[in-house]
């Protein structure tokens, strides 16, 4: 069983969204990268294009690190860590507010080898059924690869002292396309929160 441990961040006041990426990429990326038991990383970069759509920019989101266990047991060893630590001193330099869930990742259609960096991550909002979303998100067009991530829990980051992001969710969806024209045609008109991100793997 793969966990994979999403957070929702916001930029922090004053931080320009320029200086917000570098910092987490250069910076905060390694801090994570140092954590025991973490087998993927993955940062998110939420992309100003119209593909990030209205009820997206509402929630004032910038970026969704996505961090994979192979179990709890090892996520277990990066909570209490002098890594975590530092990371939790790290994050109020750049960090305006963040949420983390935990989710199981179902892979409805296996990720393409050849796929590109970008892709949409989309939010099923608390209290519908996320599952109920499959079926239109698996038509949309020149689709390369698409991941339920199924919900566990949800809440602040541990030992987190940043303010927490009150945004809950039901689901979280992610797609993958070749190219920005793609994602933008593919994901025009869906009423749920969609974000176009750009992936960096660190792990």
């Known amino acids: 069983m793969t966990?994979?441990?999403i957070s929702m961040m916001r930029c922090l006041d004053g931080v320009g969204?320029?200086?917000?990426?570098r910092h987490w990429l250069d910076v905060h990326g390694p801090l994570v990268c140092s954590f025991a038991g973490l087998r993927r990383y993955a940062q998110c970069h939420v992309i100003?294009?119209?593909?990030?759509?209205?009820?997206?920019?509402?929630?004032?989101?910038?970026?969704?690190?996505?961090?994979?266990?192979?179990?709890?047991?090892?996520?277990?060893?990066?909570?209490?860590?002098?890594?975590?630590?530092?990371?939790?001193?790290?994050?109020?330099?750049f960090i305006g507010a963040v949420s983390r869930v935990i989710t199981e990742p179902v892979e409805l259609i296996p990720p393409a080898s050849s796929r590109g960096r970008l892709s949409a991550i989309v939010l099923c909002p608390g209290g519908r059924d996320a599952a109920a979303m499959d079926d239109g998100l698996?038509?949309?067009?020149?689709?390369?690869?698409?991941?339920?991530?199924?919900?566990?829990?949800?809440?602040?980051?541990?030992?987190?002292?940043?303010?927490?992001?009150?945004?809950?969710?039901?689901?979280?969806?992610?797609l993958w396309f070749d190219s920005l024209i793609d994602l933008e045609a593919a994901m025009a008109g869906c009423e749920a929160p969609v974000f176009a991100v750009e992936e960096h793997w660190l792990v």
């Open 138 to 174: 698996r038509a949309v067009p020149r689709l390369r690869g698409l991941t339920r991530y199924d919900v566990r829990e949800q809440g602040p980051a541990p030992a987190s002292t940043v303010p927490y992001l009150p945004v809950t969710v039901a689901g979280v969806f992610q």
């Open 3 to 5: 966990i994979a441990a």
């Open 17 to 21: 969204i320029a200086a917000f990426r």
């Open 48 to 93: 100003d294009t119209a593909a990030t759509n209205q009820a997206a920019r509402a929630l004032g989101i910038d970026g969704f690190p996505i961090l994979y266990f192979d179990h709890d047991a090892d996520r277990g060893l990066a909570h209490g860590s002098a890594a975590m630590a530092a990371c939790n001193i790290d994050s109020r330099l």
